[in-house]
C-alpha cells in the first residue's frame, strides 16, 4: 500500500525573477499639451491613458518611460481637459490604465467618486474604504495618483481642512480647487494641441 505524501516546498532555493527588461516598450506613448496650469504630458499605455503630469510633478517618472511622442491615442482625453478647463465639463468619462499596488486603485476609484467642486478629507477617504486607520496610507496613495485632474486627487485635504502636499504644487492645488469652486474660470488655450 502507498501512502501519499505531501512534499513541502524547498526553502533552499531562490525564486527566479528575470532581470528588468532594457528595451523600449512599444505600447507606451506620450503628448505633451499646454494648460492653464502649465504643461501636461500625457501618457498612453496599449493606447488607454495611463498618466497625466505636470510640469514638476512629484513622483514623475524618467521622460523615457513615457514612449515615442504620438498624438493620437489622446485626442478624447485631450477634447475632455478642454471641456473642462473651460468650465464645461465635471466629470471624466474616459477609459483609465491604472497601475498601481491594489491598495492604491482602491483610492484611486473613491477619488473618482469625489464630486466636482467638492473635498473629502484622507480620513473620510479612509472611512469610505471601509478601513478608518488607515488616513496616512491613503495619503501616501493619493500622492502617488499618475493621472492627475483626471483622477481628481486635488479633491483631497487635511482633517482641518488645510490644503496639504500635491504631487503638482500646493499653488496649482489652491488654483484647480478655486476653479472647480466657481473661481475664475482659467484661461485655456484655444486647443491643447
Partial sequence: MTSARATAPRTDVAPTVAPPSTAPRTDVAHTVVDSPYGPLTLVATGGVLSAVYMAEHRHRPPQETFGDPDERPFAEAVRQLNA???????????????????????????????????????????????????????????????????????????????LTGYAGGLERKQRLLAFESGGTVPVAPAALF
Avoid: K
Fill in 84 to 162: 473642462y478647463f473651460a468650465g464645461e465639463l465635471r466629470e471624466f468619462d474616459l477609459p483609465l490604465h491604472m497601475a498601481g499596488t491594489p491598495f492604491q486603485r482602491l483610492v484611486w476609484e473613491e477619488l473618482r467618486r469625489i464630486p466636482y467642486g467638492t473635498t473629502r478629507s484622507y480620513g473620510e477617504l479612509a472611512d469610505r474604504l471601509g478601513r478608518p486607520g488607515a488616513s496616512r496610507a491613503v495619503g501616501l496613495a493619493n500622492g502617488r495618483n499618475p493621472i492627475s485632474i483626471i483622477v481628481p486627487c486635488h479633491r483631497v485635504i487635511g482633517a482641518s481642512g488645510s
